[in-house]
């Protein structure tokens, strides 16, 4: 079952603009984290934030965390072509479970 | 390369056929897990390994699945007397403990015909 939604499903932006993609999730989590994914090909680790954290910065992007409104932001700055991709959310649940449950991505497209 | 290899990169096999995949995580990583990927959606979790033990399974993991990690290295997952229902991408990923980032391998893109 899928725990993470992601919103928007797709986006199309102009490259240099901005780009914000949401996730909600329904249970209690250990940590979040954010993919990225190219057409056919493995997922890309981008950022990991922890239950306690609220906000995480890495180069041109920068994750926020709402545990209350079981919510995390993906902001991605001054977009590329290359940022093409579907993007996904993935929660680790508390406990001693491993395993990630992943949302269905939101497709953001850059438009050069 | 040191990341997570995973071969073949595609399968084409005939329904009723046994398919086995391979999966080499980053040589540190204790942790190693599958995933099935049908297009469109996300990732869903299959299985997962600490070292040689499986720790968990899905529910996904039907009984004509089986995975290995016989010694705590690489692993592998057979898929008996496949169905066209199986045709996704299987990824594998591994982290270094838990709670900590899980890479992921290119996948394996099974079509069943």
């Known amino acids: 079952s899928q725990q993470g939604e992601e919103d928007p499903q797709a986006l199309s932006i102009q490259e240099g603009e901005n780009a914000t993609m949401n996730c909600s999730y329904k249970?209690?989590?250990?940590?979040l984290q954010w993919y990225r994914q190219n057409s056919g090909r493995g997922l890309v680790h981008l950022i990991l934030?922890?239950?306690?954290?609220r906000e995480k910065h890495s180069g041109r992007l920068r994750v926020t965390l709402d545990t209350s409104k079981k919510s995390s932001s993906l902001l991605i700055t001054a977009s590329r072509a290359a940022d093409t991709a579907s993007y996904f959310c993935?929660?680790?649940?508390?406990?001693?479970?491993?395993?990630?449950?992943f949302g269905k991505g939101t497709h953001l497209i850059i438009q050069p | 390369d040191t990341g997570v290899s995973q071969d073949p990169r595609h399968k084409i096999t005939k329904r009723g056929q046994n398919v086995t995949f391979r999966c080499d995580p980053i040589?540190?990583?204790?942790?190693l897990y599958w995933y099935r990927q049908t297009l469109g959606q996300g990732p869903e979790f299959l299985t997962y390994?600490?070292?040689?033990?499986?720790?968990?399974k899905s529910r996904l993991l039907s009984d004509r699945f089986s995975a290995e990690r016989p010694k705590g290295s690489f692993s592998t997952l057979e898929i008996q007397r496949t169905e066209q229902g199986d045709s996704a991408m299987y990824l594998c990923?591994?982290?270094?403990?838990?709670?900590?980032?899980?890479?992921f391998g290119q996948g394996t893109r099974l079509t069943v015909v």
């Open positions: 990923a591994s982290s270094r403990e838990l709670n900590t980032e899980a890479f």
């Open positions: 390994f600490q070292n040689e033990a499986q720790l968990e």
């Open positions: 993935a929660t680790k649940a508390g406990g001693g479970a491993d395993g990630l449950t």
């Open positions: 040589s540190e990583h204790n942790r």
């Open positions: 249970t209690s989590i250990n940590n």
């Open positions: 934030i922890r239950s306690n954290e």
